[in-house]
């Protein structure tokens, strides 16, 4: 089995009081697409945050590439991105600008190249001089998505990357992902509360409920465990648990 691109062990967010997350503990191998599914509030985001070094752990350690995020910060982000509707872009550049910010900060060569065709991709031509604050929520969400992709990363965090997206987009987009996954061995944490989604492009998934995770495996391996028909009916069981 190859080295993890992700090493996760133990990790704990606490605000105050309350914990968020609740030693969590898990692995990316290089080219997966990991899914972290969970209820509103089990601490999803938090951890993606904490991955991004957005949010300082309570305790626990991150590893990506072998390296420890705390003390090999800046050469382990140049090789991440993610994309997320809590982020967002500078408002009053137009959606060309916002790329071409993103690719400026990260040191990417021919920058033109790389923006018309990122543009190209996500079809964006349309409103690639529009200002970011006049976009819809969903080209906002492709912009968002662009400029995660456009530096060529390692390792992606997608937190709930298709959330607002149409679904004719919403499929090109998954199947680029796929695309990517294959030709550059690309890793993938993924969020999603769209259960075929899901199902579709995960190859493994942890369920977190309350910051912890109360199961792990294929989709296909956690609806047999739960005996139930599928992975939504395996996501409402879990949900409603106590
Ligand atoms: N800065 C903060 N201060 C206090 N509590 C917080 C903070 N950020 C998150 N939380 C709490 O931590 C818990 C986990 O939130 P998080 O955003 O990680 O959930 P999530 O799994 O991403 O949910 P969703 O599916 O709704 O996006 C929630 O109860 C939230 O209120
Ligand atoms: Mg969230």
Redesign the pocket.
Known sequence: MSTPVLHVQHLVKR??E?V??NDISFDIRPGEILGLL??????????I?MLLGL?TPTSGSIQMFGLNLETHREAILQQVNFSSTYVSMPQALTVEENLWVIARLYGLPQIQERVNDIVKRFEMEEFRHKITRKLSSGQSTRLGLAKAFLTEPKILFL??PTASLDPDIAQKIRSFLKEERRSSGLSVLY?S?NMHEMEEMTDRIIF?QR?KIVAEGTAQEIVARFGQADLEEVFVKLAREK
């Open positions: 605000f105050g309350f968020a997350v969970g209820p509103n509030g089990a601490g999803k985001t938090t951890t945050q949010v937190d709930e969020t509360h977190l910051g």
